[in-house]
């Protein structure tokens, strides 16, 4: 087995949503926990300061202390036991799959070539990783579970996120808002970070009865980045959707909803530092476009051991661009074997190069073949003949 020094920068490109994905999981989990202390021990310290001041004006006897003590251990309590719970569903399996996940990622640090049995194993995981990945983009969500539960990776694939992907898309296909606009509840410091204007886009496409009252309750506060918006879409109150003027058509249009779809898809995706294409999809790019040469596009100078040539991927590497090299490297296209001082390329007179190792491995062809025609031998790929002496090495400086 051929080996290579690891790149270890390299391997790492293609893991920032790995290991961001449970990141974000937990902060929600953080959010969530931090939302119930605040509102548990904000209650106790009201009562408690109530308390304290009616204890101060001899207004409280010790029964009504007792009661308020008592609520104020209750609600403690409850606290804890809520607390226990988020960690017990939800904050302990997501530190778990975390911690899975990092261990993942410094078993490869490890690793000093790619031409060990290990890294063999941790690059197979990975491409089940990257095959989850393609699945669940392309809704084979079926296949993803079947996928992930054969190979044991359940915990290193993002199942549950595209589920919850599906399932608010699903929601806006069916022109609902409410899914989304919960989402967007959910993640508001994060989108106000990463400016997204989707919560409006969704607020401005809900529909409601009372279209005025609506507008004053959730567009009013968008005023001063999207007044132009909010005045169009105020201007629907007096305009019917069978309108032919193309603004106002264009927010009655179904199409809105599959801008909606593409623009949650698209802030989801940042939020959790997903790629807009399947991981699969940007290895095969990355790899074909540090291969692709001109000559891959050159039917008759294809190399039988070259990816980019392959007819069944040629089609993906017309996307990309094609390779440097600063140092050419001269592959025998019938051999796959590199041409140096040891296998010398030897030519045809029409151009026509091969290794001089195919060379000799068809000596005996090439004579036998003269020998019948007369000293003429024939170029496997144009069938030009020509005389045996004729073929000359090359030498490449």
Known sequence: MSSTKLNYEGVLLFEQPFARVPYENYRKVFRATQRNIERELGNVQTVSNDLLQRSKSREVNLEDAAKSVDGMIGRVENLKRKLSELQDTAGKPT????RER???????????????????????????RWLVDWALRTGRENTARTLAQDRNIETLVDIDLFTDIRRIELALSKHSCTEALAWCSENKTALR????TLEFELRLQERSRDAMAYSKKHLVSWQETHLPQIMQAATLLAIRPSTTCGPYRRLYDDSRWLDLIQAFRLAIYNLNSL???????????????SLKLPSCNDRSSHNVDCPVCDPS?????????????????????????????????????????????????????????????????????????????????????
């Not at 990092?102 to 031409?115: C, I, K, R």
């Open 95 to 98: 530190l778990d799959v975390t």
């Open 102 to 128: 990092l261990q993942h990622l410094m078993a490869v640090e490890t690793l000093q070539t790619t031409g060990t049995l290990d890294f063999s194993r941790w690059a197979d995981t990975r491409l089940d």
């Open 193 to 196: 970070k990463i400016k997204s």
């Open 275 to 289: 790629p807009t294409e399947p991981l699969l999809n940007l290895a095969l790019y990355s790899g074909l476009a």
């Open 313 to 397: 991927i040629n089609t993906l590497a017309r996307e990309v661009p094609f390779s440097h090299h600063a140092n050419s490297t001269i592959v025998c296209r019938i051999s796959g074997r590199i041409m140096d001082e040891d296998n010398m390329p030897m030519v045809f007179p029409n151009g026509q190069v091969y290794s001089r190792e195919i060379l000799m491995f068809y000596r005996q062809a090439l004579e036998d073949m003269a020998a019948k025609h007369n000293g003429m031998v024939t170029c496997q790929v144009t069938d030009q003949k020509c005389e045996f002496g004729a073929l000359k090495k090359v030498f490449i400086s």
